[in-house]
């Protein structure tokens, strides 16, 4: 089975059409989404129906359960916070229901999705002891063998191998062959709002049967993107940060 892995969408519209544009040429089985489809950017109503035209099978982010419960980003800075707000504002109420439908964690043929940990959609994997924990967790589910996460906005791969030891892989160009014996967690980036210094939609692709992942990004119009956001009332550096990557 082949995978598409996309994540952290937030409202960025034109980054998501340039992403599934690119997606349609990589004779996929499934679209992963792992969560975020709104909050800082200007389209949320337009992300989510183009989503529903395809094979994609989502989960809930942090920001999709504020959406719901405004309770949820008190923790948010003040800019997060002002979108999130919006978009309660904004997002058509027929498809409230989509979102309340959605699952913190979905399971499949070898791998485990979650947006921020298995256990929670608020947390971060970033730092080794977090890393650990999710590895540990994995370990006492014999059919997983990797994990795909987002929250962070940055592409990661991590392996702990049969001895135990755990760390990061640098993120390459070509599409990367992985190691049976070893246990994965996977990050694809964020479509919507990189923040790792590349400013292109990020998404990457999954294959079981090759044990292969390959992140991959994509160009595109952030102009476009920038004007909806100021037109919408939005903060200011939302805008500014798209072409920065940050």
Known sequence: M????????HSN???LESVLRQIEKEDVDVILNLGDLVGYNASPNECLELLQEKPVLSLAGNHDLALLEVNRAQ????IAYQAIL????????EFLHFFRSLPLTREGQGFLACHGTPSSAEAYIVFHFQGKRVFNYMRHLSHVQ????????????WFRDIRGKIATLPIAREKMVLDRTCLY?????????????????AYAIF?????????K?????????QQRILKAGLPEFLAERLAQGI
């Open 13 to 15: 519209l034109e980054a």
């Open 185 to 201: 967690l996977i990050n694809p980036g964020s479509v919507g709002q990189p923040r790792d210094g590349n400013p292109e939609a």
């Open 75 to 78: 923790h948010f800075n003040i």
């Open 146 to 157: 990797v994990c795909f996460f987002g929250h962070t906005h940055k592409r990661a791969l």
């Open 217 to 225: 990004s994509v160009p595109y119009d952030i102009k476009s993107a």
């Open 86 to 93: 919006w978009s309660r504002e904004q997002i058509k109420p």
């Open 2 to 9: 082949r995978l598409a892995l996309i994540s952290d969408i």
């Open 207 to 215: 294959d079981d049967e090759e044990f292969s992942v390959h992140f």
